[in-house]
């Protein structure tokens, strides 16, 4: 009787959240880690190697070539990494490698995403001096549960790669690297990256490539509310929508009903009403000047140590330290 209860719950709170945002006067939203289901996660797996999605590749440039340097400007007490929101682990491997040659190093992937704990775990667990303990909680709760269970002559060094950071409107952001900050001890360290600004005729198409991959992984929210709330969605009557809002310096993502129509979501108990070219927004990514990160972290309770930027796809990582 456990097993199917659990699963009830699981659905209520996606129900809920679906049936709150479908139905609100305005714009209609889905939150965005409702995109990471096993189909969506696997599906943002093969965004991170498409040629237009130029972010990753710079994200795991930086940390092959500064990977040593952050490590150096660590202390020489024992290590424990944190990552929130590993997702597969392969950028991450760079920089567990160089700090397990300084010191044995515990490494915590945080992931709502069982399968991408799972292949993150298969793709470090053999590292040398390196020991993998994932936890499968939310990024905040698991970093707190990660923190209660240290060891107080460990260091603890927060990972938060790619730009997760974006997808926070600028508030929320700070108040996030702000709740970071209260988990950790003065002397813990946070190397947080974030995609920087660039035009938009660059930056478009990493949100729309041609082969259609983020529109299919965008969609899927669709069918994911089919799969799981018994909703009525044509996949075939929405279409993926990616602009720039250069006023507020953000990619938006939005999926497009070509037509009107109502849809029901049995499982939510409620409809979805359209009109012909409304939309539903499923996330904002947005990007930054240098500067920017700095005085965040700095207004967090963080003093920025150094930061690197890629040339090639203007990208930042700035390595911080919790005063
Ligand atoms: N964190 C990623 C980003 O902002 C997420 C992402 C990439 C994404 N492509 C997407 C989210 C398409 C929704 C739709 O870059």
Same mark, same amino acid.
């Given at each position: ?17 679906? $049936? ?10 889905? =939150? ?60 991450? $491997? ?115 490539? =041609? ?18 709330? @018994? ?17 507020? $310096? ?25 009109? @012909? ?5 499923? @996330? ?5 000047? =240098? ?33």
């Amino acid at each position: 009787m456990v097993a199917p209860r659990l699963v009830q719950e699981v659905f209520t709170e996606f129900a809920a959240d679906v $049936r709150w945002g479908l139905t609100k006067p305005g714009q209609k939203e889905i =939150p965005s880690k409702y995109l990471y289901d096993e189909v969506g996660s696997a599906l943002f797996e093969v965004i991170t190697v498409l040629p237009e999605y130029g972010l990753f590749r710079a994200d795991e440039r930086l940390l092959r070539q500064n990977a040593e340097a952050i490590s150096a400007k660590l202390s020489p007490r024992p290590l424990v990494a944190v990552e929130l929101g590993s997702g597969s682990g392969r950028k991450t $491997r760079w920089m567990l490698e160089a700090l397990a040659r300084r010191q044995p190093t515990v490494y915590h992937p945080i992931e709502i995403s069982s399968k991408a704990l799972d292949q993150c775990s298969r793709e470090l667990g053999r590292l040398h001096n390196v020991e993998v303990r994932p936890v499968q909680q939310p990024y905040l709760a698991g970093l707190l549960s990660v923190a209660a269970a240290r060891q107080p002559h460990e260091q603890l060094l927060v990972l938060f790669l790619g730009s997760t950071i974006g997808n926070f409107n600028s508030s929320a952001a700070e108040r996030f690297l702000a709740d970071v900050r209260q988990a950790l001890t003065a002397g813990d360290a946070l190397l947080l990256s974030a995609d920087l600004e660039k035009p938009a005729a660059q930056l478009l198409p990493a949100y729309d490539d =041609p082969l259609g991959v983020t529109a299919s992984f965008n969609l899927n929210v669709l069918a994911r509310m089919n799969r799981e709330l @018994e909703a009525e969605f044509d996949l075939s009557t929405f279409r993926h929508l990616a602009r720039y809002n250069a006023a507020e $310096r953000r990619i938006e993502m939005h999926l497009l009903s070509t037509r009107a129509q109502s849809v029901p979501i049995p499982r939510a108990g409620c409809s979805a009403s359209f009109v @012909e070219g409304e939309t539903i927004w499923t @996330e904002s990514s947005h990007k930054y000047c =240098p500067r920017e990160v700095i005085e965040m972290g700095r207004r967090s309770g963080f003093r920025p140590l150094r930061q690197w930027i890629d040339p090639e796809w203007p990208f930042a990582q700035t390595l911080f330290l919790a005063e």
